[in-house]
């Protein structure tokens, strides 16, 4: 509607609006031009500049541009912009030494990177897992060297002078993106791209959540914000708007998200591929959205900028923060060569050059140095403060305390697991998804960090909590999440939340089928070591006439081969209810479960002892280890299996029935353990899995059969498609005979 | 900016905005509420109504409301109703007999669907593969039986009563969800939410793209529309804003979006998860949007939108088009109990009473089959047409017929596989992603239909056209397509392209490891048989530094056991331009391309011609094909093994190394070539790949031994992470001296 902005033009909105009248508020104005002394030793940067309306898109939109406030600030600017340089310096050191990395990043976001850091962020650099910290994420992970530097100035001891020396070398606590398993101090796993603003997502949905249970009128026990630096490749991946129309949707009002908009990606000038106008987009998401238009040397632009975001309570904030990637490059700088390589010996110099650094690389300079000092003890006293505030909240709210505690330490309720269902052969036939079902609700009552939901199919996977409401807007305190039809965004959120506090559980579903929409999420949980627990349903065939496309296949397969995840397909009750255990116990890696859609029968011998173990006998008529035949089966084909071994013995053959729910428990077992189950010395072996056969030559052998399917679905009734692909009792007992 | 607009202020603004004055065109208004007659013999629909204020999202939206206007429309508005409710009566129909399925969409859709099939598009039902039809995508595939009814009133073979009555069933041409491969006038495979658009922002990508290229001032022989149907489901996944973000940045004005905003998904109403401004969101991303109001009988404003959106023909437009899941369903209507069920017996006869239905099961009344029956005689005109003017367009403009042509039928050029560079022992190392180029560049010179690009990695994926510009809204006929940093949207849109034409060879690319956020896509690749060239650079832990988030590990064994892919990684130069030969011969199923960013040997003994089959020897000391041991190398490894073989000759060793640069083709050939090569007899077998080792044990057997990663890669140089993984020679040649 408002035709582009000018500067001036778009200050004086921004005055009316903070103002709340029309008349222009001049002396707030007049601090919009604030003259920066800078280093009096060089000449002004070379920088190339450009006249914003030519260059930059969203002019059309109606974001203003921040005005500018000063903050309690009283930091001297020469000092902040040194500080600034340090960082950028740091960066370019260790990627130059690495020879590997991506400076443009940290050299733009340098300014920002400071004022989070040293200005806006509570945090203990010395205890990095202080519960009410702030939490920041670099959704932009290719920049982490910007993350390094700020932890290395803050006072973290993982990121010490030779940490940032042997950046992206083997071994060290700096990799080529930051990882929270490796680095103490980065809260989340990111690099490829939007999986960090939707983990910020789930850390801003944690705190609103925690805070709305725990917060009481006279103790503010909660109560921290999530910041987010993510950049033009965050934005255009599907994962960030399907994240972040949720924190819209949920009104994550202390989720605050600084968009670098330097217009350059790895091709080049992001007009070549990203034109859509992003402010007006998070606006229809239901963002505050701020614009500042200088981020390079804008430093009370965006003070101002985060400090309304702050004061915006029930909605999310977005800062479009406009740099220049590479600042401070003469040549390179505005450039996609800086986005990814060293910048080179000679350019470095011509930046120190340029920047008036005088420096040897790695060097802080002493008044930076003892600026950022004050952080440690400082933190401490932030930390020590909440202690304090919480042995006052735990003799007023015992219980609640002992609740949060449980949250914040990741410690399990002792006798936990006594909450999970047992069945036996007469109990009911049930689909495991159903089966799920009774487990989520009983553990949710013994589990405080329990809570998830599904991607717009709770009513078919099963994962309501009945005595919970919806995680809303306006119930935060409810434990039902309503993920919409956006499975790529609710893994990574639900890593968000897992990695929140230790004592976080949190589930997600969809069809088995659509992990593949959330696959890299998954991949994610695996690396960074998040126990999520995922509630995959109609796993097979056996979903019938929805056909192909919801059918999965290779989904076993391909998970069993994914580092660690464990890969759960449990046959019935006993065995949903061992999944499940096996899923809480394992705090520091994710579960999949793989769930039916239709009805299983309770079978004898199966037991939640054998899902810990990943596979084990249910029924065996041999003796002396020795059976004629191994039958083996998972999920809805155990059954299967265990029919066939009926008949064969009857017909008088000594068969053994394992049930094979987790092949990464199986193969975690002792050796002897694994000989009584799968004997070498016998190898008619037949396996039955309505999934692909791929890989199962592993627990067959070279001469046993793998009975599955290694084709695409059908469309039809399930018993039909089960008898047209031979996924039948006919079919193992058939092979059985051919191999013993 | 604009507050929420009551229905007439919004046929105002746009009366205004169509007459381009201020004064108020009071006779277009009046035609904004006409009066339709409906069916006499029934009661008001009791399909339950409420104020859009309180209601509906998006009245903060400037979106206009779509003024009225008739079209060269003659059909009396009785049997246009009469029409949409066989529509709505063959889905209710189908979906009860098959005790299966989705009425709700089609209910709710069947308006739009009648003016689409019966009014707006172009196609000939006898001949659905005529190329210059208009392309309909039921993005909202669920819906299915929505298109299937259509297909039957239109007169396409495929879908006779018959088909309706075995709707779901086993062997069917009517599936559960849309499937091209199974039913002639299904243009893509949808199911899979958030698929469909994409795939129809690569069909309207492509027309678009030969517009441009093939069409003359004299004859436009390559015009046609895209038009798709999706829901709110769609609108929530993060593929679809990525490909409509590309849409609406490449212009493609020939694409119309229909949004069945029916404000119900299967957890219930969508405010539940789903309240961003969706209008909002698609003006950011540069799209035309109108607003139709009343979806469920507003056939003129249904009508004026899409000539509205046909006369934009700079951007895509979406029309949201405001209905009632189930519409006409007494009791079920706007409920989710609708969308995905049956709907009872009971609830069918009170539909049937309610709309004023007195046939049987399936019946389709005479006049509304004598009124469709045009299409078929229409249609083969319109193709008779356009072959007449394609006649005359090869006489004037042969060579561009020519290609034309080739992308039309998909025939390739005769010799075109001459253009495949061939390398010696002596060609330089390279990386494979170079020589991946070397093909591109060389293929692209002899195959018309090849186009594509990478998701912000040209330069990293070695996919630039050095021939061709880029493929943007004003240089459409250029090859190089720029997808940003959106690789599920790239493969889906990909889908879309291969599907417009049998000659279209669409290449994407990106890392091998953002393959997981593209998995959808690829599998609907695999399913739907579209020969999508993947081309996946970066492919394992050799590319270094830049950590586990961005080393494959587990991805080879996934896609391996993918149904219809093929998974290729290749060696060197030749084995390269053999995987690029077997990419572009295989037009029905996707190739994956795995490719280093190191520098590899050229190898001995690789040969275009191995790797048609798969896996052959590359060389071999043994005889009377007994060899002492089997080394199997794929890929950057390969050149370990032929290394190991060297040092194990030395020392008396008889070894082959075979190369398996493409497991699936290995299966295909004969038992002879497979014994050949993998001699039964010969257990000692040691392969060595930079990946899972899952799955390896069906290539080197029980007593084999596979050498692969089965853990996270790490940061540091990548010959490190090679030494400390142990994917050595040394490792080789241990585990060979072991078992021979």
């Not at 930091?75 to 960082?87: D, F, Q, R, Y």
């Not at 990637?325 to 003469?330: A, D, H, L, V």
């Amino acid at each position: 509607m408002a035709s582009s902005l000018h500067l001036s033009q778009a200050l004086l909105a921004r005055a009316v609006y903070l103002d709340g009248s029309n008349s222009c508020c001049s002396d707030r104005v007049s601090l919009s031009f604030p003259s920066f002394s800078g280093l009096k030793s060089h000449s002004p940067c070379k920088v190339a500049t450009w006249s914003s309306g030519s260059r930059r898109r969203g002019g059309s939109s109606s974001v203003r541009a921040t005005a500018v406030e000063t903050l309690d600030q009283t930091t001297e600017v020469s000092l902040v912009e040194k500080s600034v340089n340090t960082i950028r310096f740091l960066a370019i050191d260790a990627v130059e030494k690495a020879n590997s990395g991506h400076p443009g990043l940290p050299m733009g976001c340098a300014p920002m990177g400071h004022i989070l850091y040293d200005e806006v962020m509570r945090y203990n650099p010395k205890n990095p897992s202080w519960f009410n910290r702030d939490r920041f994420v670099l959704s932009a992970g290719h920049g982490c060297m910007l993350q390094y530097a700020l932890l290395h100035l803050a006072g973290y001891d993982t990121v010490q002078e030779q940490d940032l020396k042997n950046f992206r070398q083997w071994g060290s606590r700096t990799p080529g993106h930051p990882e929270n398993f490796e680095t103490l101090g980065v809260e989340v796993t990111t690099g490829p791209l939007g999986q960090g603003i939707a983990n910020a997502v789930g850390l801003a949905l944690a705190e609103k959540h925690l805070a709305a249970r725990f917060n009481k009128p006279d103790s503010e026990i909660v109560d921290h914000y999530t910041y987010v630096i993510l950049g033009d490749g965050c934005q255009m991946e599907g994962i960030s708007n399907e994240a972040c129309s949720l924190a819209g949707h949920w009104g994550l009002g202390k989720l605050i998200a600084l968009y670098d908009d330097n217009h350059i990606s790895i091709d080049g000038d992001t007009e070549i591929a990203f034109t859509e106008n992003v402010d007006k987009r998070f606006e229809a998401l239901g963002w505050h959205v701020i614009w500042v238009k200088n981020g390079n040397t804008g430093y009370d632009e965006i003070r101002a900028a985060i400090k309304e975001a702050k004061a915006v309570k029930d909605k999310p904030t977005l800062i479009k923060v406009t740099t220049t990637i590479g600042f401070g490059s003469p040549n390179k700088a505005n450039s996609y060569s800086v986005h990814g390589s060293a910048l080179g010996a000679k350019e470095v110099d011509a930046t120190r050059q340029n920047l008036g650094w005088p420096y040897e690389p790695f060097h802080v300079p002493e008044d930076v140095k003892k600026h950022w000092s004050r952080h440690a003890p400082q933190g401490a006293k932030l930390e020590a403060e909440w202690n304090a505030k919480f042995a006052e909240y735990e003799k007023k709210y015992s219980e609640e305390a002992a609740e949060l505690k449980a949250i914040i330490t990741g410690e399990l309720p002792a006798g936990w697991e006594k909450a999970l269902p047992t069945y036996t052969p007469e109990s009911p036939a049930d689909a495991t998804r159903n089966l799920s079902q009774q487990n989520l609700n009983a553990l949710v009552n013994v589990l405080p960090g329990l809570l998830g939901g599904s991607a717009d199919l709770a009513s078919s996977n099963m994962t309501l909590l009945k005595s919970y409401g919806d995680f809303q807007k306006n119930t935060p305190e409810e434990r039902n999440v309503r993920f919409g039809v956006r499975e790529h965004g609710m893994g990574a959120i639900c890593n968000g939340i897992g990695l929140h506090s230790p004592g976080f559980i949190p589930y997600c579903a969809t069809f088995f089928v659509f992990t593949d929409y959330m696959r890299a999420a998954i991949r994610i949980s695996a690396l960074c070591e998040a126990g999520v627990i995922y509630v995959m349903t109609h796993d097979s065939i056996g979903l019938g006439e929805d056909g192909p496309t919801h059918q999965p296949i290779e989904h076993l397969a391909s998970f069993r081969a994914m580092p660690n995840v464990l890969m759960l397909r449990p046959a019935d009750g006993n065995e949903t209810a061992g999944a499940y255990k096996v899923a809480v116990v394992n705090r520091k890696r994710p579960s999949i479960l793989a769930l039916s859609r239709q009805k299983l029968t309770q079978l004898p011998g199966t037991s939640i002892e054998g899902v810990e173990k990943g596979g084990y006998t249910i029924s065996d008529n041999s003796s002396g280890n020795k059976p004629d035949v191994i039958l083996i089966g998972t999920g809805s084909e155990l059954e299967i299996a265990a029919a066939a071994a009926e008949d064969l013995r009857k017909e008088g053959k000594a068969v053994r029935v394992v049930s094979f729910v987790s092949w990464e428990l199986f193969y975690e077992q002792s050796d002897e353990y694994k000989e009584s189950v799968l004997p070498a010395s016998v190898t008619a072996r037949v396996s039955i899995e309505a999934g692909a056969t791929f890989g199962w030559e592993r627990i067959v052998g070279s001469k046993g059969k793998a009975i599955g399917i290694d084709r695409f679905g059908a469309s039809a009734p399930a018993g039909k498609i089960y008898k047209e692909f031979g996924i039948t009792k006919e079919a193992v007992i058939a092979a059985a005979k051919q191999l013993s």
